[in-house]
């Protein structure tokens, strides 16, 4: 039997999700286990709902997991199972001093075939967003990346004298000491300089000065790592040439939002809140398992005769669908002659990228509205896809027209059990956004009821409160706009 043992080294960028390549969400996709570090955002696991997560991340010199670990624990999990294909997510690019290079090295002596999936560096990514070009035609024409981290040995800065623009990563703590150094090296005291803390996202800060001086204004400013320094006359760009701190403001600015997903996949509301200066965290509070008889689904199917319409009520429900199909050695030819509705927009697309296009979805998103809208008379027979947790008012909208309801079991919905630091940064949110009752259950089981939330519709604020909710905003209508303000109102900002 071949192994499946694949290894895939992807740089996650500097810190906006935005910033992952296509490549690299690609290998995401395609993952059974992902090893992600302090530096990777964890938003980048929406990508990757079918695969399991394991959080290696490391800060500095004070290590959650040593390197050599971590390098032992990619060789190890690509084996286990008969071979697996482990995405290894690291914060900016695989190789400028992301330690890729050993990991690479650990697969080639293991065996295991492997990918380097480049990404975009802090060292380029950071001053960009600051507003600072490392090269421009008119005062730079060579840049180096240097590492800050003077416990890596002499850095031999007298001959860097030649090169325009110095990029500093991992140096904040050793600021004093680095600067001194290149001074006495031959670089100008008075040589611009800027220090930008978490860039790229909403959190970014930027101190300027220069050489002599940067040290102390950062310390001033209370800047910690990440941070990456920049010393060259670009610096001095910054005034003209900033943009993303000028525009990344709004009521929401400096705020930690958690928007919790029963469901995987992206948000609109994340963008939303985003746009409005919020510092975002998905939470994904259930995920999808298995079904309990795996060959139940192409059983029901293989019946077809049976009913007139096949109901997707998400695109998990298309993603097990197709999955089942796979299986079975089967494809979309078992559908044939079944109608097919899908509960939404989403739902509807996701079909579609596999080929097939809904024959309806109704006006309005949603197991009711389905329900109350699907083209089926009394008699008809409908079929839905869906996990152990149907929706109850789905079938109580078509037995109430005389339609008959059964459902297959496509896929379970079981519990998420997010890792400790995605635990941690739950608990420091300002403000959670709850969509449904369903996902208050899910929140106050996961970490408690000790938090301010923000919630659509009186509904979920009856079960919020219900659980034991103390702090909650309503949102206006049921809309995310709405739910937007309702965070920006439950954060003091509206």
Avoid at 20 to 39: M, N
Avoid at 148 to 176: C, F, P, Q, S
Avoid at 337 to 350: E, Q
Wanted: charged share 20%; aromatic share 6%.
């Amino acid at each position: 039997m071949t192994s499946r043992a694949f290894v895939s080294l992807i740089g996650a960028g500097p810190g906006d999700p935005g910033l992952l390549t296509l490549k690299g969400k690609e290998a995401l996709e395609r993952a059974d286990v992902v090893l992600f570090d302090y530096l990777a955002n964890p938003e980048l696991l929406k990508y990757c709902p079918q695969a399991s997560t394991v959080y290696v991340g490391k800060k500095g010199f004070s290590e959650y997991i040593s390197q050599e670990q971590i390098t032992a624990l990619v060789v190890k999990t690509a084996l286990e199972n008969g071979g697996q294909r482990v995405a290894r997510l690291k914060g900016g690019d695989v190789y400028v001093f992301g330690r890729g290079g050993e990991e690479a090295e650990a697969c080639y002596e293991a065996g295991i075939p492997f990918e380097i999936v480049p990404g975009i560096s802090s060292s380029i990514a950071a001053p960009a967003y600051a507003g600072i070009p490392v090269t421009h035609r008119s005062v730079a024409r060579s840049f180096a990346v240097l590492t800050g981290n003077v416990k890596e040995g002499d850095a031999h800065y007298e001959r860097l004298g030649g090169i325009d623009t110095l990029v500093l990563l991992m140096g904040v703590k050793n600021l004093n000491v680095i600067s001194s150094e290149l001074i006495a090296a031959g670089r100008a005291p008075e040589t611009p300089a800027a220090t930008i803390q978490w860039g790229t996202t909403p959190q970014q800060r930027t101190v300027t000065g220069t050489l002599a001086t940067i040290a102390a204004e950062v310390e001033l400013a209370g800047l910690e790592a990440p941070a990456v320094t920049v010393v060259g006359e670009v610096v001095n760009l910054r005034e003209k040439l900033r943009w993303f701190d000028c525009d990344h403001t709004g009521p929401l600015a400096g705020k930690n939002v958690a928007v919790t997903r029963t469901r995987d996949g992206g948000s609109g509301l994340s963008e939303l809140l985003r746009a409005r200066g919020a510092s975002v965290l998905e939470v994904p509070l259930i995920r999808f398992a298995p079904p309990i008889d795996a060959s139940a689904v192409v059983a029901a199917l293989q019946h077809r005769g049976n009913f007139d319409w096949l109901l997707l009520s998400s695109n998990q429900a298309v993603a097990s669908l197709f999955g089942a199909l796979e299986a079975a050695g089967l494809d979309a030819r078992l559908l044939g002659g079944l109608k097919i509705a899908a509960v939404g927009p989403s739902t509807a697309r996701s079909l579609q990228e596999r080929g097939l296009r809904a024959d309806f979805v109704p006006g309005t998103p949603g197991a009711r509205h389905l329900g109350a809208e699907l083209p089926a008379t009394a008699g008809m027979r409908t079929l839905h896809l869906t996990s152990q947790l149907a929706e109850a008012e789905l079938q109580a909208a078509l037995e109430a027209r005389g339609v008959l309801y059964e459902r297959v079991e496509g896929y379970r919905t079981v519990p998420a059990e997010p890792e400790l630091n995605e635990l941690e940064r739950l608990k420091a949110a300002d403000v959670v956004t709850l969509a449904s009752g369903s996902a208050a259950r899910h929140l106050a089981a996961l970490a408690g009821t000790d938090f301010t939330v923000a919630v659509m519709g009186p509904q979920t604020e009856s079960a919020a409160r219900e659980l034991g909710f103390r702090s909650v905003v309503v949102a206006r209508t049921p809309s995310l706009e709405a739910l937007v303000q309702a965070a920006e109102v439950a954060v003091g900002g509206a």
